[in-house]
Every structure is written in C-alpha cells, then in structure tokens.
C-alpha cells in the first residue's frame, strides 16, 4: 500500500467515527427523553439521522425527508370460489427514502448511518447498493447489475482501492447480518404476531403489539365485532360472514361443518378485553390497507439473482440472495393461500416446488411452509386442480414437508376428506400420492377399506424411472402398505389380496425388494411373498428362482422378534418345492450365504423365541444340518429335537403342539406344486390306496412342463434318500424319544392334533421297516401298537383303516410284534376283510394272519345279530341288499324294506301291490331301481327312495314268474313250463332252452346259467344264441329227480349246489373252460346259495347253514338258525359283513362276521 492510500484510508476511517459518534449522542438523547415520558402523554419523534459530513466546516449534514414506514404484508388465505384461512403470516417492512429496499423485519433501533458519507468526494462509485445489502432483502439483481456497469467505467487503480476500503467494513457487514438474523426469525416463527406502529411511533414500540388472541385470523387486525364459532374459533363478524356467504359450511380454521351458519351474538367479554388493552396502550394505531395487494409490491417483484463465486461481496451476496429468495417464496405463498384464481395458486406451487428443488432450504423456509394456513393451501390444489404436473408437484411437496414436520401430517389427517382426497388421486393415477398416504400412518381397517390394493400393484410393478426423486420412493410405500393390509388382516382378506397379488403377476417385483436398501422394506417384502405362498403355493417356485436371499439373512439381525419369526416362516415355506434337489439347493443358500452364520444365529433365537414359534423355527434348523450327512452328535439337531419334543408335550400350549406334530408330517420331504405335504398321499399309496396320489402328481405333471421321466427318477431317488435320513434322526433321538411323545398326541381330545400325530406315526413306524433295526422298534411297540389296534377297529373311514393297517403291518416282520398282532387278531380280522376289495396289503396281511393260525374258528366266526318273525306274510321267498338297505319278499306278495340299526332290523316300509307270491327280486345298482316277479305273471319296476319304494312300471309276463334275474334292457325268469323265457321290457319275449326244465338262474356279463332239474348246466350266450353244457345231466334215480338247486358265479367260478351223490354237495367249476377244480364235502341237501371273496355260505333244508373257507375249501363254521323250517334264500352286504337269511317259517336273521 502507497503512503498516499494509506493516509486516505486513515482518514476515511476517522470521518465514519465521527458520524458514528454523533449518531450515538442523539440517540442518547432520544432515549432520555422517552425515558423521561413515563405516563406517554406526549409524542417523541425520533432524531433525523446524519448521512454525511462537508469536509469544509466539518459539519454534519441532516436528512430531513427520511422517515420510517411500517407495512403490513399478510399471508390471507385466500381461495378460488373455496377460500380457507388460518392466522396469517405478517412480516412488518422498513423503507428507507433514498433506496427501494426494505428490511424482512422491522429494526428495534434508529437506522444506522449510511455509508455514503464514507466515500471520497472524488469518486464516482458509491456503496448505497451495499448499505441496502446489509439491511433488506430487495431487488439483488437488478442492484447487482449497477454496480457491475458502475465498476466497468472505473480505471483498474480505482477498482482496487474501493475493494481495499471495502474489505475493511466486513467484520461489520457480519456483525449486522447476525443481528439481522434472530429479528427475521422471530418475525417469521411466530406467525400470530402482529407487529404494527405508526410512522411517528418510536422504532423500540415493540411493546404496543397486541396479543394474538386480539388479532382476527382471516383480517389480521384487532377484533371489531368479534364472534365466537361453535369449533372455539374466533373472527371478525363481516370477514367469517364473506365467508360463509362464499357457500362454504365449515370452519377457517379447524375445517370442522358448521351445525348452524347463522352467526352468534358478539364476543363481549373479548371485546371489553381489547378496549382495555386498547386504553393501556393509547400509542398504538393499526395501519392497514383494505385491499392490500401483494404483487404491488417491490418485495415481491425481485427475481431470483445470480450467486457470484469469487467476489469479496460473496458473504453480502449470499445473505441478499437468500432474503430474495424468501421474498419470492413468500409471494408464491401469498397466491398459493389467497389467489381466487386457480391458475395463479397452480403457478405458485410449480414455483415454490422449484426452489425446494434448487435451493437448500433450511428450518425457517421449512417452517413457513409447514403452517396449516400453506398445507391447507395445498390441499385445496389437490381439491380442485387437474394438471397432472401441479398434482404431483403438490404432492412432492407435502411429501417433503410431511417426512420432516409431523404437525404437517396432523394437519392432513384431521379432516376425513382431506385423506380421501389424496387416495382418489392416487387410485385415479397419481402413482406419487402413495408416499403422501403412507407418511399420513393410515390404520389396516382404513387401508382396508380404501380398496387400493390394485393401485398399490400398478406402482409395484412400473419401473422407477418415471418417478419423481422423493423423500421414499413409491415402490417402497407401497410395498409397506401392502404389507400392512396382508400382515394384518383376517384370513380371508388375507386369502382374496393374496391371489388377487399372485394373478397380477407382481410377485418378481415384489421379489427385487428383497434387495432394497432399506432393511423395513425388504422385511415388508418378505411379509407379502410368504402370505402368497401361503394362499397360492405355486408362486413359490418363481420366488425360489429369482429370489436372493442374502439381503434376507442379513436383515434377520436387526429386525425385531415377530419379524424375525416372519423371516424364518418365510425360509420354511420356500423348501416346500415339489422337486427334492430345488429344496437342498434353496437349504443350502440359506445355510452358506449371509455374513452371519445362519444356523448358530437360528439356534440363539430358538432359545428365546415364543413357544408357538419354536417347532418352525426347530424344523428348519434341523433341515439345514440334514444337509451333512447325519453324525453321531449335532448340538444343533439335539437342540431342535428337544424343542419339537418339548412342544409337542406340553399341553398348556395348544397351537405349539399341533405346531410340532404339522412341522414333523412336513419334514417328510415331499410336497406337491402348491406347497401341500404328500405325506398322507405316499403312506395311501404305499397302503395300496394310491388314487389321490396319482390325482395329485397328475396336476404337478400338467403344471410342469420339464417332467422328464429321467428327471422325475432322480428327484424320487432324491425324495426316498432324504426321507431315510430325516425318519434316521427323528427315531433314534433318545432311543425313540419321539414315539412317547406322538402316543400323549394320540390320547388328546383336539382332533387336529390327534390327526397330525397320527400321520407322523404311521410315516415313522412305516420307516421303521427299511431302517436298520437298533432296538427302536420295540419302543414303537411299546408305545403305539395298542394305539394303532384301536384306531384301526373305530375308524369309520377307508383312509384311516389304511393308513393304521399300514402302521400295523410294520410290526409283521418283526416276531414279537406279530405275536403281539396275534393276540389282538379278532379285533383287526373285521378290518382287513373291508379292505381287501381295494387294498392288496390288507390281502397280503390276510395270508399271514391265516398261515400262521390253525384255528379256522378263531379266524372266521359270526354271531347273530337279530331275528324278525314275519311268518304272518307266509314264507320269505327271496331277500337282496342294497347299501344300508335289506329287501323281502314273501309269499303273500308283500314286499317288506329293512335298514339295519345296531341289533335292530327296524322295518321302514311294506307294500302288497302283487296278488300273489313275490317268488323273486332284482337289483340293478346303476339305475337304483328294484324289480319284483310273482306268480300273479306280473314283474314290477321300483323306484328306491330314502325311506320307501315306488311302483313305476308293471310289465305282463304272461306266465308265471320264478327265479327273476335282470339286465338293462331284459328281464329273465322262469316259465311255468320248460324253458327260459327272456322278455325285452319293450314287450317282446322269446322262449330258450326249451328242452330243459330249468330250475335256477344267474346272469352274468350277459351270460345266462342255468340249472336243471335233470342236474345238467347250461351256459346261454344271449348275444349270440350260443348254448354251452358245463355238467351233462342224470337218469332219474329211483323215479327221484336231482335238480341242481342253487347256482351262483362269483370272480370267475361257478358253484352249483345239488344231492351229494358223490359227497360233494357243491362243485366248483371254471367259467372259462368248464373244469370242475374243486367241491366241498358238505353231507346237507343244500337249498341255497350265497358266496363272498373269503366265505361261502350254504343254506340248507334242516335250517342250518355252513361256512366254507372260499380258498381252502374247509369248514370253518355252522349257524343254527334255531327253527325246522329251510333255509329258502340268503343275501350278504355290500361289505360282507352281514349276512341275511330268510326261511320257510317266516323268519328272517341278520349275523355279522366278527
């Protein structure tokens, strides 16, 4: 620096000192003399200021025009044709005369000197830009570009020494901006303050503002005529009448409907309070404009300026900005709240969207837009607007507002209509209102009922891009609200969102949250797949394969208890794959990704989980440690055996029992497409009832298209090698441990326990016989063979008998377990016999109970069941079974219909349509109908109701009707005279065998059999004509006949019964090639015949009947039917288990095999 600059600088600094100086002793003054007016009875105006100095006489120079104006500039909420207000926003304004600038808030002081007087005489530049940029927010642009085209006309020389002067100001320069600073921000945090003073007021009035509750929230000036709403609000009477005059109904403030628009009678008590406050404080005048016009105004007609980077001005610059800034912001504001224009409040959103956008706003700017006055503003945009980019700027910024100010959020929900409004845009197509409506909290039952599931989905599944950068993404919201609805709904809701996810086809988008950054929304995720595979198991597969797992098993560490167990529940579900090799692959990423070691994680919270949550947890555990060949010891398989054990003992905890015994019929391994265990299935079909299994991989066939018979063997192989080893580690915990705990599940009284523990026994005890033996099965015997003898005696259903003679037939090849069988033999005998029909086991079973028995009496026995005296209808002459049903037909021509009920043949209908005996009856069990012959020459057609019979057709037989048998389209019987008449329910009848007089008939197949009285049988192909001899027949012996009495073809064997000449009373011939292969040596004169699959029942003259061994051919039985009269017919159930016997006394008899 030159002397010359120096001394200039020196003397530069001595003059600002001087006018400082002489600025302060007035102010002393000035303040002696308010000090001195105590009572305010006289008016003190403020000194003039001094601006300048005349270096001549050393004088100070007054400006006597300067003066102080104070305005008011409202933040009235104005509304297009809906205006809705609040407590204004006031900021007061300071202008000086010499510039167009004005301070954010008034000043508690003088203004200070300007530094114009600090500028040399003989430069041309001046630093009234800068004094303007110290103490107001104006027009920075339009200043800003003086002072550059001033500068440009300076030499470089000048340019320099200004600079220098300058900087020595700087320390001041901060000084004054920190002082401006809290006089800004309490102007504008405390919107309810009305600061308002007279231009001849002292600047330091800050003691005449009024309270809030005197100021009126739609005028902003102190009540007149105050009146007090219903809500509690209080307003000026003529603003809330403009209001209400409007056609609005509700409340400025509160937005509350207004029971009564009808204004009430004035505040008087509020009033007596202002005009004593008023009183109090005579020195306060409220000056305000009737029609105050906001974009009149200087403040708010400044553009946003350009921020230099390298000028020494950079720190006023800065601090000008920002007030220019919050100048426009707050025009913006102005429209947005007052404009009746909708258009103009839509340019001030996109405006105030723009410098959130632009600029870092911070907690003032925050705080001015989060009042209800602004928020309410925007609202009504939501309300009113249809410009889809108001819309969504409107929402981003309630969005912004909203994440940061929860009172922002509790202004939007404490109006219904409000919320309403956000989701109806949001379901019409504003995808970005989703954020806004979760940041509003919305409960499950409201989400419920907003009926946005699919709204939720469009957004889940449309790419990110299109977007708006917000404060959560939408993807994120929705996918926290979808898991709300799912994660806290009743079943079905859960059921109906669930499929109505899956058939949207958003599971892979819901699948790439899993690897969201944020740890809420990947457990959200995880929340809504698991309820979908739960629902609809076959999206399982598309969640297994695209599914990463890592980000999963990383947010299992910080989640919370019930999210954890969400996660885990989650991991179960997807091992449910209907491939074996696809599970271990999934068990394996489970077990080896992660930055955690998964099972040990899982085993710390085993120890701490809830009870009903421990069995899931213990059976993935111990899932995941089958993945390494089964050791001698695991602690963590001991500690999931222990837990599943402990659960499934403990009656104080029902759904963790029934939780155990499920988890254990699970870790069978086999599962269908939609996730269902095949446990019961496979043990059917290893029973021999493998319907509803080839149902089941019929549907997994049609759904999967890549079933190579190659693949389907290795993925059996795979499902057979891992059933082994899990049976393996489950039976031999604790020597068989597990068998006393499912016999406790067996005894319970809860039948969903009882039915799981069944199944996880039977599949045990069924693995029992392809595990090496290690003493393991004695235990199950101990424990369950009793249980299973028992089940299997009182299950009513076909599955069930299958399943626990499966169990039972384990213990077969063990010899003490088949001792034990034996001696249980008569209670398990009744069961194998209903099973044999359909299940080759219960066949297989049979043989050995039978081999290994000499007594045919403890095999087969009968006890009778009921006897019925019918001999008042003269002679039961035929009797057949249907169902629960039994049929007579006696010699009166009734026909009588029996149900069985206990030991009680309860009688529920007879009718006597025919004249004569009813000689014959018939069933067809296609068509449920009865057909009846008599000798009145009459068939009868029945119709077989619930309780009764129906005559529906009568056909003339024109002779006599003996032994009837029927087809669909035919009837055949026997004539009076030779021959076999066959007659065509159309009416045409023809006559075969006319050489023969038959004495019984059978059809079969559409092959008639007949027996002669001349001991010959025939076999009549009524297709062709054709007519076989099966036995030649016999001279009379003696001038006697010997008819074959009784004929009867069952399973490929004729048995005809006729006079034992030779001894055998029935032969046994083959229908195929007419070989005799065998006859039984029964010494009766057989009268009647009825044949089961094991037993052959011969009824004879003297009233009693045999039982033969079907295989064997050995007696094994003789009923005494008690009377002398013959046995005349018999019949046995659809079951075989009951036989029917009608005599010529008029007796029936019922015996059951037992």
Not at 128 to 150: H, T, Y
Not at 369 to 395: C, H, M, Q, W
Not at 991 to 1011: A, M
């Amino acid at each position: 620096m030159s002397g010359g600059q120096t001394s200039e600088l020196k003397e530069l600094e001595r003059d600002y000192e001087e006018v400082l100086d002489e600025n302060c002793r007035l102010l002393v003054g000035y303040f002696r003399e308010v000090l001195g007016n105590e009572n305010g009875s006289r008016l003190i105006r403020p000194p003039s200021l001094i601006f300048e100095k005349t270096r001549k006489s050393d004088e100070f120079k007054f400006n006597e025009d300067e003066q102080n104006k104070v305005e008011e500039i409202g933040l009235g909420n104005g509304r297009y044709n809906n205006p809705t207000w609040t407590e204004g926003e006031r900021s007061v304004e300071f202008y000086s005369s010499g510039s167009s600038s004005k301070s954010k808030s008034p000043p508690f002081y003088p203004q200070r000197v300007s530094l114009k007087i600090l500028r040399n005489q003989k430069s041309s530049r001046t630093l009234s830009a800068i004094s303007a940029n110290l103490n107001s927010g104006s027009e920075l642009e339009s200043s800003s570009e003086d002072n550059l085209s001033n500068s440009s006309s300076e030499s470089e020389g000048e340019t320099q020494k200004k600079n220098r002067k300058m900087a020595l100001f700087e320390p001041r320069r901060s000084q004054i901006q920190k002082q401006k600073q809290p006089i800004y921000a309490e102007s504008s945090s405390s919107p309810e303050r009305v600061m308002a003073a007279d231009s001849d007021d002292p600047p330091g009035g800050g003691k005449c503002t009024p309270p809030k509750d005197f100021i009126c929230p739609i005028t902003s000036h102190i009540f007149d005529d105050p009146v007090t709403l219903e809500t509690g609000q209080t307003y000026e009477r003529k603003a809330i009448q403009e209001w209400i005059d409007r056609g609005n109904s509700t409340c400025p403030i509160t937005r509350q409907k207004l029971h009564s628009t009808q204004l009430p009678k004035t505040n008087y008590v509020l009033k007596r309070l202002i005009a004593s406050w008023q009183e109090q404080n005579p020195g306060f005048i409220s000056i305000h404009s009737d029609n105050p016009d906001p974009e009149t105004d200087p403040i708010f007609n400044s553009t946003l300026p350009v921020l230099p980077s390298t000028s020494p001005n950079s720190v006023i610059i800065s601090q000008a900005t920002m007030d220019g800034t919050i100048c426009e912001l707050r025009l913006a504001i102005t429209k947005l709240c007052m404009s009746e224009i909708l258009r103009e409040s839509e340019k001030a959103v996109l405006r105030i969207e723009r410098f959130w956008q632009e600029m870092n706003m911070g907690l003032e700017i925050q705080t001015m837009l989060s009042k209800p006055a602004v928020i309410n503003g925007f609202v009504e945009i939501l309300f009113n607007s249809v410009d889809p980019r108001v819309l969504r700027a409107t929402v981003f910024l309630l969005c912004e507002l909203g994440s940061r100010d929860k009172t922002v959020i509790q202004t939007l929900t404490r109006v219904d209509s409000d919320v309403e409004c956000i989701v109806a845009l949001f379901k019409n197509g504003l995808l970005e209102a989703v954020v806004l409506i979760h940041l509003l909290r919305p409960s499950t039952i409201s989400l419920i009922e907003m009926d946005m599931v699919e709204s939720l989905l469009v957004v889940i599944k449309k790419k990110q891009d299109g977007f708006l950068e917000m404060c959560l993404k939408p993807k994120t919201a929705s996918i926290l609200l979808l898991g709300q609805i799912l994660g806290s709904s009743e079943g079905n809701i859960v059921t109906s969102i669930a499929k109505t996810v899956v058939s949207a086809k958003a599971i892979k988008s819901i699948v790439e949250s899993l690897e969201a950054e944020w740890a809420e929304e990947r457990i959200a995720a995880v929340g809504i797949l698991l309820r979908c595979m739960q629902e609809d198991g076959k999206c399982r597969h598309t969640i297994a394969d695209k599914a990463e797992l890592a980000p999963v098993l990383e947010s299992f560490m910080g989640a919370s208890d019930g999210e954890r167990f969400e996660i885990i529940n989650f991991f179960s579900e997807l091992v449910k794959l209907n491939r074996r090799t696809f599970n271990e692959q999934v068990l394996h990423i489970i077990k080896d990704e992660g930055a955690f070691s998964t099972m040990h994680t899982l085993l710390i919270y085993l120890q701490t989980a809830l009870q009903d949550q421990c069995p899931v947890v213990a059976g993935l555990l111990l899932q995941l440690d089958l993945l390494v060949e089964p050791r001698k010891m695991s602690i963590y398989r001991e500690e999931a055996m222990d837990t599943l054990i402990s659960c499934l003992r403990n009656s104080d905890f029902p759904a963790a029992q029934i939780a155990a015994a499920e988890t254990i019929v699970s870790l069978q391994g086999r599962f269908s497409s939609s996730g269902k265990s095949l446990t019961r299935a496979s043990l059917l079909k290893r029973a021999g009832l493998d319907k509803s299994y080839r149902t089941l991989m019929q549907v997994d066939q049609l759904s999967n298209s890549s079933g190579e018979s190659e693949e389907n063997l290795e993925e059996e192989q795979a499902a057979d090698e891992w059933e082994r080893k899990m049976a393996f580690v489950l039976v031999s915990h604790e020597f068989g441990l597990l068998f006393e705990a499912l016999a406790e599940g067996l005894r319970s009284r809860n039948q969903e326990l009882f039915s799981s523990c069944f199944l996880s026994a039977t599949w045990l005890i069924h693995m029992l016989t392809v595990l090496p033996d290690t003493g393991i099965r004695g235990a199950a015997r101990v424990c369950l063979l009793k249980h299973f003898i028992s089940m299997f005696k009182s299950a009513k259903g076909t599955e069930e008998k299958a399943l626990s003679m499966l169990a039972l037939s384990s213990f077969i090849h063990d010899p003490e377990g088949l001792n034990d069988l034996t001696s249980h033999m008569k209670d398990i005998l009744k069961g194998l016999r209903q099973l044999k029909k359909s299940c080759i086991l219960a066949v297989d079973m049979l043989k050995v109970f039978s081999e290994g028995n000499n007594s045919s009496i403890d095999l087969w026995n009968h006890k009778e069941l009921v006897q019925v005296d019918c001999s008042a209808n003269g002679e039961v002459l035929s009797i057949v079974c249907f169902r629960d049903k039994i049929f007579s037909g006696h010699s009166d021509g009734t026909i009588k219909v029996w149900t069985g009920r206990g030991s009680i043949l309860h009688l529920i209908h007879e009718t006597r349509e025919h004249t004569k005996a009813v000689t014959s009856l018939a069933i067809l069990e296609s068509g449920e109908r009865l057909y009846s012959g008599s000798l009145d020459r009459t068939a009868r057609i029945w119709s077989i109701g619930s309780e009764a019979i129906y005559c529906v057709q009568i056909h003339d037989m024109k002779d006599q009707v003996n032994n009837l048998v029927v087809a669909n389209s035919i009837a055949c019987f026997i004539p009076q005279g030779a021959g076999v008449k066959v007659h065509s329910w159309n009416g045409k009848s023809k006559l075969l065998n006319p050489n023969k007089n038959v004495k019984c008939l059978t059809l079969v197949h559409g092959k008639l059999y007949c027996g002669c009285h001349d001991n010959s049988i025939q076999e009549i192909d009524l297709a062709t004509g054709t007519l076989s001899s099966i036995q030649s027949g016999t001279r009379k012996l003696l001038g006697k006949s010997n008819p074959v009495h009784a004929l009867q073809v069952h399973d490929g064997m004729i048995y005809s019964s006729s006079f034992s000449l030779d001894g055998a009373a029935v032969k046994i011939w083959s229908a195929t090639n007419y070989s005799m292969v065998g006859s039984l040596a029964s010494t009766m004169e057989v009268r009647t015949l009825a044949v089961s699959s094991e037993l052959i029942y011969l009824g004879s003259k003297s009233g009693t009947v045999e039982i033969w061994c079907r295989k064997k051919l050995i007696r094994v039985e003789t009923l005494q039917t008690g009377t002398n009269g013959k046995v005349q017919c018999m019949a046995v159930d659809g079951d075989e288990e009951v036989l029917v016997v009608g005599t010529s006394d008029g007796r029936i008899q019922a015996w059951e095999l037992s």
